[in-house]
């Protein structure tokens, strides 16, 4: 029986040791390592190749989302299953569109995570009940958003600064223009995306393909 390699990547200790701990009674799964940041964890990965990453969304440094695209854009060898407890249908949709192989709660019992783990490391995909509700809503929206606004150069790089988590000054200092410049390049976003606040309108953007 293939012995199956993970990796760990999660910021709350007590949890991530906990499932290395668990996995020392399973012999088809070997851990060969863990990280408490996204950082850490992408340089890891990368240097282990492990047959299967178990990976938290929300890590610091580098985000668990991040960390799949990188991966996935490396066209890295390691599965992904990422493990959270915040779900929204976007996040869904992006890490399956990235290469995630595998999305579940946290609150899934140890024996589901474990199941998880072995079916994708046989080369399966594992998506949760209310993953696939959410990402069948979130296809559904996508289908119905046929009008694609049109968004200027300027506008569509102040959007991806913000998606990356910049502030409206650091947004300003980066480009080089002034506050009240962004302020209103964000406001004109808001407009065509027909949304009210900059999460929303990252979320809009990624639906419509501004974003990926």
């Not at 990402?135 to 049109?150: C, D, I, Q």
């Amino acid at each position: 029986m293939k012995t199956i390699t993970v990796f760990i990547a999660d910021d709350h200790p007590v949890y991530r040791e906990g499932l290395a701990r668990n996995w020392e009674g399973v012999p088809q799964i070997n851990v060969i390592g863990s990280a408490g940041d996204g950082k850490n964890a992408l340089a890891a990965i990368r240097q282990l190749k492990p047959d299967v990453a178990v990976m938290d969304i929300n890590l610091p440094e580098l985000d668990g989302m991040q960390v799949l695209e990188s991966l996935f854009a490396e066209e890295s060898p390691t599965r992904v299953l990422v493990l959270t407890a915040y779900m929204d249908s976007t996040s869904v949709y992006r890490a399956f569109a990235h290469g995630a192989r595998g999305f579940l709660e946290k609150a899934a019992s140890f024996s589901e995570i474990t199941d998880a783990v072995l079916q994708i490391g046989a080369g399966a995909t594992i998506i949760a009940p209310f993953a696939q509700d959410v990402l069948a809503r979130e296809l559904r929206t996508r289908r119905e958003t046929t009008e694609k606004p049109t968004l200027t150069p300027r506008e569509l790089e102040i959007l991806r600064l913000a998606a990356d988590g910049y502030s409206g000054q650091k947004i300003a200092s980066e480009l080089h223009v002034s506050l009240a410049t962004v302020k209103t390049h964000l406001q004109h976003i808001y407009d065509k995306l027909d949304v009210s606040d900059r999460a929303s309108a990252v979320a809009q953007a990624i639906r419509r393909g501004f974003l990926r």
